[in-house]
């Protein structure tokens, strides 16, 4: 084809259309599952035309067959099913698109179904988006909460009359999508990451009603649980009832068994709370008027210790230990006085005895020079010489004279 053209000599429309269908019909007959995104069956008309959705990827193609093709498994088949396609391309040169002839359609049987999300299940499991440690709590009280659910369904009722009744000014963020069928990943997809964008929104619930395995296929659809492993906010699986378990159990923060079970767990019961608000408030009271009570009976135990409860005794005690030390010492100073004065008494008698006047007193006198000088010996005075005498009684001025025979 390229080297067919040029600039200056290209290839007419039609001409490039039937080139391509010539390189489509070379193509044999392909095998190829997908999930029936639209399915339309004209009354009377001889081809029933389906659009196969690939349930992993945002990829369709358009397939045709004929009616008896379809017939054969057209009780067991809708919208939302997963089919295996025995197709051969072909490619429609006046409108430039391509589909696919089927000349046989199967059902994906449930058993394939279950194996395959086991595997999907083990490999998600494996890059670590099931474990808990990833998981975050949810919020005690939240202001607003998301919902993702179905418009007017079981499930929607379910979450919003259970929520309000426990707490009347919770607030909701309803995002209604498909929650069954072709659409439904993609719509429960946009929900989910619409809500996680809002600051307001501190929880988000995923909520639908039982069903059978192939209709809660979505809620195990890869994208999805990759979805709800990226957001920020704490999601909440309620899908179906308790037996079902779907891959987004596995990856939400928390897994409610039914939509009214989940608006039990996103907010509180305010009956409860101002029941367990009165009981903690009882708990401390009376924890408090115990610590009370125990704090004054050991304030009573101090009080009535002898030091607090006669203060004035200890200090009477040792008054009167500083009394009798007092008089003990005054009794002591006493008898050392009295010793002292006697022997006092004794010395002075002893000076006394011993004292010059006492000496005079017997009759002795003491010659003393005009100077002073006592006279111990005759030689010392001159004849005439005045001298004083000193006795008992007083002085006398005498002169020194010498008598024969003295």
């Known amino acids: 084809m390229a080297n067919a053209s040029s600039p200056e000599a290209p290839l007419p429309v039609g001409k490039v259309s039937a080139l391509i269908g010539g390189w489509v019909d070379r193509l044999g007959e392909v095998w190829v599952e997908g999930q029936i995104a639209q399915l339309s069956r004209r009354p009377g008309a001889g081809m029933v035309f389906l659009t196969l959705r690939d349930p992993e990827r945002d990829v369709s193609l358009t397939v045709t067959c004929f009616r008896q093709v379809f017939e054969q498994v057209a009780e067991a088949v809708q919208e939302g099913s997963r089919v295996i396609v025995l197709a051969k391309p072909e490619w429609y040169a006046a409108r430039g698109s391509l589909s696919l002839r089927a000349s046989e359609i199967r059902l994906v049987g449930l058993g394939e179904l279950l194996a395959r999300l086991e595997q999907l299940k083990r490999r998600l499991f494996a890059e670590g988006l099931f474990e808990e440690g990833r998981k975050k709590p949810l919020p005690f009280l939240p202001g607003c909460v998301g919902l993702v659910t ?44 619409e809500l996680d964008a809002l600051p307001e929104v501190e929880v988000i619930v995923v909520a639908r009603g039982g069903g059978s395995v192939e209709d809660l296929l979505p809620f195990s659809d890869e994208e999805l649980v990759r979805t709800v492993a990226a957001a920020r906010t704490p999601v909440v699986s309620a899908i179906g009832h308790e037996p079902d378990q779907p891959l987004l159990d596995f990856v939400a923060d928390f897994r409610a068994s039914t939509p009214t079970d989940a608006a039990k767990r996103v907010v509180p019961d305010v009956g409860e709370e101002l029941a367990r608000v009165r009981q903690l408030r009882d708990r401390a009271r009376r924890s408090v008027l115990h610590r009370v009570e125990r704090e004054r009976a050991g304030l009573a135990a101090v009080r009535s210790r002898p030091a607090l409860a006669a203060p004035t005794e200890a200090v009477a005690a040792r008054g009167a230990e500083v009394t009798a030390l007092l008089e003990r010492a005054r009794r002591v100073l006493g008898h050392r006085l009295d010793h002292a004065e006697t022997d006092l008494g004794h010395a002075l008698a002893r000076v006394v005895a011993l004292s010059p006047l006492a000496t005079l007193e017997r009759g002795y006198a003491v010659l003393r020079k005009a100077d002073g000088t006592v006279v111990t010996d005759p030689a010392q005075v001159a004849d005439g010489e005045a001298l004083r005498a000193r006795v008992a009684g007083g002085s006398l001025d005498l002169r020194a004279g010498t008598e024969d025979g003295d």
Not at 169 to 180: G, H, L, Y
């Open 150 to 193: 179905g418009r007017g369904s079981a499930a929607e009722r379910d979450v919003l009359e259970n929520a309000r009744r426990r707490w009347p000014a919770v607030r909701f963020e309803v995002r209604n999508v498909p929650v069954q069928g072709p659409q439904a990943v993609a719509g429960v997809c946009a929900a989910v990451r």
